[in-house]
């Protein structure tokens, strides 16, 4: 007989809204095992698992799902590790609804299985449980490699080569490693002890980690190149861009980079412990509606606004954050404008910004992205009070090593040029790859990146791995 359909997600447990936005503590509080081995049990174990091929790295999906309604916790966790270094991270922000669970099949007529929250559930089973496994290193293969940038890419990178039994060392521009996991994406979603937890981990590999070291200023990429065989540049994308507008230079006008930096790198959400500077808006309004914009939001709600507004010039439908996070926003108060565009910023005469002059836009046809295209209103000009406005519409890779790698090939946007299965560039013993190849994208995209960058520079110094016996092509 056919298994019924159980058609809904087992809900997440979270913090009520009027409770969390006081604090900084996670909102999701992640399931319990039985609500976990509940939600397995949705999966309907199909023969032809589309889930897998929505995973950029190809977990076993199925395979830690069957786990779990086995109750095969530590079984599970070891399966979704084959693939996934990171799998507290990914659990936890991954656009999932975007990847496996979008090709889910459960999906098609009902809520697809919780792939990411199952994830999430056995990566922290495992932390609790204090027994974290960690597979076979091979003995030293004799070749040295640097890593630039300790984001998820470079974390997938130097992790894959220390296995293959690579001397590895980390060159990180900041104080604390984990890129974005670290200065980016606020505590209350991604808390800062699972990520140090992971780069503890990466560290146990016996990889060397070098904090505040700027590839570019305190050693150039060709120095390095000296002293290693092969270098992979995972520098990111940390140049925001903004809205090229009037005002923009105000006191209380913040790119998102740097006040989501000031707020979780520098502490600032625990001020006076930390004595950062950061405006503590009464009125903050976010221009861009990606998952920046809400982890902004969020975080001026969290700071004591009593009212946030995020700006956006196209309508909900085109929201490019995730679900999860538009959802959690609405509930914690955050106000979207929609179809609103700022084109001047306004400022009292101590130079702090005041008001914002906005246009109303409405939707035209599709442009490149497929997405309709905003138009504005004539003569729709209206204002709106703020007195801290954080830009969040996009980054691009800081230009540094481009300026001091003579030879590296940079594409329009300031991108490293990097062929997208193998992460080559354009010089000899140079890979690279995530953010800093495709500009500002997902963690697992660059996760994915860095795994293939270790996989072709591993070829490049050894050679194609050898075919098991009686495989070798005829
Ligand atoms: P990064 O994480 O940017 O790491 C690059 C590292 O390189 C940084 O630590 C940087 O300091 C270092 N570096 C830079 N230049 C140098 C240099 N010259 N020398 C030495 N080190 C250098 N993605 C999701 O999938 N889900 C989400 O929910 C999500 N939310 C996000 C929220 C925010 C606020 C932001 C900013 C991004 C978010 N993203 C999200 C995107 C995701 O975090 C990135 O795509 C991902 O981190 C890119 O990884 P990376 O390793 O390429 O670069």
Redesign the pocket.
């Known amino acids: 007989m056919a298994k019924p359909i159980d058609p809904k997600k087992r809900p997440m447990p979270k913090q009520a809204p009027f409770e969390r936005v006081r604090n900084f503590d996670e909102v999701a509080l992640g399931y319990t095992p039985g609500l976990a081995r509940e939600e397995a049990s949705r999966c309907l174990a199909c023969k032809n698992p589309h889930c897998v091929r929505g995973c950029p790295v190809a977990i076993d999906i199925p395979g830690f799902v069957q786990c779990i309604i086995d109750g095969d916790f530590s079984g599970g966790i070891k399966k979704i590790k084959e693939r996934n270094a990171l799998p507290a991270v990914?659990g936890?922000?991954?656009?999932q609804e975007e990847q496996c669970e979008k090709v889910c099949v459960l999906g098609k007529k009902h809520e697809a299985v919780a792939i990411g929250r199952l994830e999430r559930f056995l990566a922290d089973w495992e932390a609790a449980s204090g027994a974290i496994g960690r597979p076979d290193i091979a003995p030293p293969n004799g070749k040295r490699v640097a890593v630039?940038?300790?984001?998820?890419?470079?974390?997938?990178v130097a992790s894959d080569l220390a296995l293959l039994g690579y001397d590895v060392e980390m060159?990180?521009?900041?104080h604390?490693?984990?890129?974005?996991?670290?200065?980016?994406?606020?505590e209350f979603?991604?808390p800062k002890a699972i990520v140090r937890r992971e780069v503890e981990y990466v560290k146990s590999l016996g990889i060397k980690l070098h904090l505040d070291?700027?590839?570019?200023?305190?050693r150039t990429v060709d120095d390095l190149l000296r002293d290693f065989d092969a270098i992979f540049?995972?520098?990111?994308?940390?140049l925001p861009w903004f809205m090229e507008i009037p005002g923009e230079n105000l006191n209380g006008v913040y790119s998102?980079?740097e006040y989501?930096t000031r707020c979780n790198l520098m502490k600032g959400f625990r001020f006076p412990a930390y004595n950062t500077p950061l405006k503590r808006a009464s009125r903050a309004a976010i221009f861009g509606g990606?998952?920046?914009a809400?982890?902004?939001a969020r975080t001026a709600l969290r700071l004591g606004a009593d009212e946030v507004h995020v700006v956006y010039r196209r309508s909900r439908d085109e929201l490019p954050?995730?679900l999860e996070?538009i959802e959690n926003a609405e509930e914690e108060g955050v106000i979207f404008d929609y179809l609103t565009l700022p084109i001047r910023l306004i400022g009292d005469e101590s130079g702090w910004l005041t008001e914002i002059e906005c246009l109303r836009m409405e939707l035209g046809e599709p442009d490149q992205s497929g997405r309709r295209r905003p138009v504005p209103i004539e003569g729709s000009e209206f204002r709106m009070k703020a007195d801290a406005a954080v830009c969040?519409i996009g980054?691009s890779?800081?230009p540094?090593?481009a300026m001091t790698t003579p030879g590296l090939a940079i594409g329009k946007k300031g991108n490293i040029v990097a062929d997208e299965e193998t992460g080559k560039t354009s010089r000899e013993g140079l890979w690279a790859?995530?953010?800093?190849?495709?500009g500002?994208?997902?963690?697992?995209?660059?996760?994915g990146?860095?795994r293939r960058a270790a996989r072709s520079l591993h070829e490049s110094l050894f050679g194609p791995p050898v075919p098991p016996p009686g495989e070798e092509e005829k």
């Open positions: 990914c936890r922000v991954c656009p630039v940038g300790s984001g998820p890419a470079g974390i997938t060159f990180e521009a900041l604390e490693a984990g890129g974005v996991l670290t200065y980016g994406i606020p979603r991604l070291f700027i590839v570019g200023k305190t540049i995972g520098a990111g994308a940390g998102a980079n989501l990606g998952n920046v809400m982890d902004s954050a995730r996070e969040a980054n890779p800081n540094l090593i790859g995530g953010d800093v190849v495709t500002a994208a997902t963690v697992i995209s660059a996760m990146a860095g």
